[in-house]
């Protein structure tokens, strides 16, 4: 695994970019080959903020609020009709607007179901994958999380109590003691409302093992064991891409990219910098 250590500082650029999916805001870092950078739910870019400036070392790192979340519009529809497949088009139409053809996409949770969406879908501008702690979302999954409660659904309160709630029940997947994380976890929660619980909903209606085997370009599968959620599927999502390599890093949690965004950047930048993306 490859730590990036004693560089120049990259500075982040945030901006509004105008799509067919409408206004999605973004956070860059760096210059050379594009790697898209895709959040859990219900995050923002700020899931890479300290992830940023290390890609961008060496890449040019691309974080996106998926449509409905952060800062980015949400699209004209129900949030019941929000769908992983429209999530993958909304992403490809940012690469549209910002002019890139091909790029590496590197998702975590949620954001890695939309990566892998895409390189199935569109196979010629997927350069190579990266999943952080990607769940296996087949018939039997769905069946089991059907009509279930999701972690960050709660019932909105008059006197605020509802904040408590949220905040107790990610505590315990997030490192002890660490508060900064979680604040930005619940900040947000907030901003994206109803979609902070509907982004799970929408995970658990995708048809995963109908769309995982048309993944061929390199992929590299990258395990949380602390993350109990996610870790459980990480060798079967691994075992479902041909072309795939696996890592776990030790003591990483649900909150990987910002609990050790060194180790995070580190493994992304190892495992790109190892093959060929340019073909």
């Known amino acids: 695994?490859?730590?990036?250590?004693?560089?120049?500082?990259?500075?982040?650029?945030?901006?509004?970019?105008?799509?067919?999916?409408?206004?999605?805001?973004?956070?860059?870092?760096?210059?050379?080959?594009?790697?898209?950078?895709?959040?859990?739910?219900?995050?923002?870019?700020?899931?890479?903020?300290?992830?940023?400036?290390?890609?961008g070392q060496g890449f040019q790192a691309i974080a996106m609020d998926t449509v409905g979340f952060g800062d980015s519009q949400a699209l004209p529809i129900a949030p019941q009709a929000n769908t992983i497949e429209r999530w993958a088009e909304a992403a490809f139409d940012l690469l549209d607007a910002l002019g890139i053809e091909?790029?590496?996409?590197?998702?975590?949770?949620t954001g890695a179901v939309i990566a892998m969406e895409m390189a199935a879908s569109r196979p010629s501008r997927a350069a190579a994958l990266v999943l952080s702690s990607c769940p296996f979302v087949d018939a039997a999954r769905r069946a089991s999380h059907h009509g279930k409660r999701v972690i960050d659904e709660v019932e909105p309160t008059p006197s605020g109590a509802h904040l408590a709630e949220l905040w107790q029940r990610r505590q315990p997947f997030y490192p002890a003691g660490d508060i900064d994380l979680l604040q930005r976890f619940v900040a947000d929660a907030l901003k994206c409302g109803a979609m902070a619980a509907e982004g799970h909903h929408v995970v658990g209606r995708y048809e995963m093992e109908h769309r995982i085997g048309r993944v061929a370009c390199p992929t590299l599968v990258i395990g949380a064991p602390d993350d109990p959620h996610?870790?459980?599927?990480?060798?079967?999502?691994?075992?479902?891409?041909?072309?795939?390599?696996?890592?776990?890093?030790?003591?990483?949690?649900?909150?990987?990219?910002?609990?050790?965004?060194?180790?995070?950047?580190?493994?992304?930048?190892?495992?790109?910098?190892?093959?060929?993306?340019?073909?």
């Open 102 to 109: 091909r790029a590496a996409f590197v998702g975590h949770h």
């Open 230 to 279: 996610a870790f459980p599927a990480t060798p079967r999502v691994a075992q479902a891409i041909a072309d795939s390599t696996r890592i776990d890093i030790p003591g990483a949690m649900v909150p990987l990219p910002d609990q050790l965004p060194e180790a995070f950047a580190g493994a992304v930048s190892g495992f790109l910098s190892g093959i060929r993306l340019d073909r």
């Open 1 to 55: 695994m490859n730590a990036l250590h004693g560089a120049t500082a990259v500075a982040v650029e945030r901006r509004f970019v105008s799509t067919r999916s409408g206004r999605i805001h973004v956070a860059i870092a760096g210059q050379g080959f594009p790697v898209l950078l895709l959040h859990q739910t219900p995050r923002s870019w700020d899931e890479y903020r300290d992830v940023l400036p290390l890609l």
